[in-house]
């Protein structure tokens, strides 16, 4: 059987013994929003919980329950969907640092697989840095995964790299053969591009604009096996650069 690393599933002086000698937390925000009619809402959440929880056992750390509605206001003209205001997913993780903090840790990771969170997320790191004696290092992990596995699984939203996210956390939740109606490729991709430009760009305000349909891809390429292999080598590769991260900055005043 593998470790328990879930902090609200271990007692409280196996949760002690564990923050104590790692000072390690990891926590993997969530969200809430519509994945097409084929994948569940929580697709993001669930892929950032499988990859924290096996990055988790890799580095003996403690993961630390965040809610699971993120920063997705962009989704909420699809029913269903949810968001925090960013000030509150912020807030959220301030109480909780700093809960952790008094009880030794001096390092955080966020295990994100969703790009709304992003901008909330260097926000809350910045401010417990500045106030508490951590460091935080953040790994975007859908960016990685579409970095080692981008040419067999395509990162879009609610395509294959998504479907084999989920599959990852529970293959049940997944229904490939609901998938219908993916709006075209050429046009999310040219939606997609104008707001991530890095020069000049408009900030997105409803997925309608990338996505007529609110997905795009093909995602019948997600298997269980290669769901598998996206944990373990997501898992490792998360692991050992935070590894290296933590190692490579010094520790904060507080
Ligand atoms: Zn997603």
Not at 110 to 118: A, P, Q
Not at 169 to 178: A, E, I, K, N
Not at 195 to 201: A, E, G, H, K, N
């Amino acid at each position: 059987m593998s470790p328990e690393v879930k902090l609200e599933r271990l007692s409280q002086p196996a949760a002690e013994a564990r923050l104590q000698s790692s000072r390690l937390a990891i926590m993997a925000p969530g969200s809430v929003e519509q994945h097409g009619p084929h994948l569940p809402l929580g697709t993001d959440a669930f892929a950032a919980e499988a990859l924290a929880e096996a990055v988790a056992r890799r580095l003996e750390a403690v993961l630390v329950p965040l809610p699971l509605v993120g920063v997705s206001p962009y989704h909420l003209s699809w029913s269903g969907s949810l968001s925090l205001q960013p000030q509150t997913l912020i807030s959220v993780i301030q109480d909780v640092s700093e809960c952790l903090a008094r009880h030794g840790v001096d390092k955080i990771l966020f295990v994100n697989w969703h790009e709304g969170n992003t901008p909330s997320l260097r926000l809350a790191a910045d401010s417990l840095q500045r106030k508490l004696a951590l460091r935080v290092v953040i790994a975007e992990a859908h960016i990685i995964a579409h970095e080692l596995f981008g040419e067999r699984a395509q990162l879009t939203h609610a395509g294959a790299l998504e479907a084999a996210a989920v599959m990852m956390f529970d293959p049940s939740l997944v229904h490939l053969d609901q998938a219908t109606d993916p709006t075209p490729d050429s046009e999310a991709e040219a939606g997609h591009a104008i707001f991530r430009r890095r020069d000049v760009f408009p900030v997105l305000y409803d997925f309608h604009e990338v996505a007529s349909s609110g997905w795009y891809g093909d995602p019948r390429s997600a298997t269980t096996e290669l769901a598998e292999e996206i944990r373990e080598k997501v898992a490792d590769y998360i692991a050992q650069e935070a590894r290296r991260e933590f190692a490579r900055v010094r520790p904060t005043g507080g």
